[in-house]
């Protein structure tokens, strides 16, 4: 492929990485592409701001898109299936707290639409809890933060990984948050369900390469309505303390999703932070 960046030195350089030998291990060659024709895109969590932009911007590309979130919103998804571009895309309930539920749905896509080229996970889940207020960050809602955000985003690795191993250049993506890094967040159990998910993020891809990469996106402060309860008044704030002076949108998160996928196809092993600078404070 040429790049638009060298044209005269890309077709020389791509043809002698193309040319080293795999040991037998892959066929997968991880060069940089303009397009995601004839891939399967799976977003888990297909109904979320940051999932529905992916699905819109990777169609957009040429992608078939499989769109997996939990069974209590159908029509939310059909209507994200109608902003799609080109055809083939169908959507999948399932829980990622239900494993043997994502095993089910990770054979139906492969049987409906052949294996996942590209796995996003944007599902996730939190509660505002300050961070001095211990006794508001209770078991319950602990477990149910890592049940979603650690356990779930693993069990869903897991339940699609075979069939990725069948494709070739595949690629696992993980939505993360600088909260992993800075230790602030809508709460503590958040902020380290997120670092867990680094982790794994790491791990998975030294002990799935060559098969696939795996990869990260690190948001700061989305305009997404994620996180229950809050205000307005806090993304004003949080501009104002934004390097960048504004926060972020879907399609920020969206944009670097789509690089992941083409551009950055020889990155792995790395979380990338998308947060117009929020983490270094002014």
Do not use: C, W
Request: charged fraction near 15%.
């Amino acid at each position: 492929m040429t790049s638009p960046l060298i044209p005269s030195q890309s077709m020389s350089a791509n043809s002698t990485i193309a040319s080293i030998p795999s040991h037998g291990q892959t066929t997968s060659t991880y060069l940089p592409a303009d397009n995601l024709s004839n891939k399967v895109v799976v977003i888990v969590g297909g109904a979320g701001a940051i999932g529905a932009e992916a699905a819109r911007l990777l169609s957009s590309k040429g992608a078939r898109i499989a769109l997996v979130h939990r069974s209590d919103d159908p029509e939310r998804l059909n209507q994200i299936i109608d902003t799609l571009h080109g055809s083939g895309h169908k959507f999948y309930t399932a829980s990622i707290t239900d494993s043997a539920s994502l095993k089910h749905v990770a054979e139906e896509i492969k049987n409906e639409m052949g294996p996942a080229n590209v796995l996003i996970n944007t599902a996730g889940f939190t509660q505002s809890v300050p961070l001095n207020d211990l006794e508001g960050l209770t078991d319950e809602l602990i477990d149910r933060i890592f049940q979603v955000n650690f356990r779930g985003v693993f069990a869903t690795i897991r339940a699609f990984s075979p069939q990725m191993k069948e494709a070739n250049d595949a690629v696992v993506i993980n939505i993360s948050s600088i909260a992993a890094t800075t230790g602030t967040g809508s709460n503590l159990a958040y902020a380290a369900s997120k670092a867990a998910t680094d982790i794994m993020t790491k791990s998975l891809a030294k002990a799935l390469a060559p098969d696939m990469r795996v990869v990260g996106i690190a948001p700061g402060v989305v305009n997404t309505g994620f996180v229950p309860g809050r205000p307005e008044s806090f993304n004003q704030k949080a501009a104002a303390s934004t390097p960048l002076r504004r926060v972020g949108a879907a399609q920020d998160v969206a944009q670097a999703i789509l690089a992941l996928t083409t551009s950055l196809a020889f990155t792995t092993g790395t979380t990338i932070v998308v947060d117009g600078g929020r983490q270094l404070g002014i």
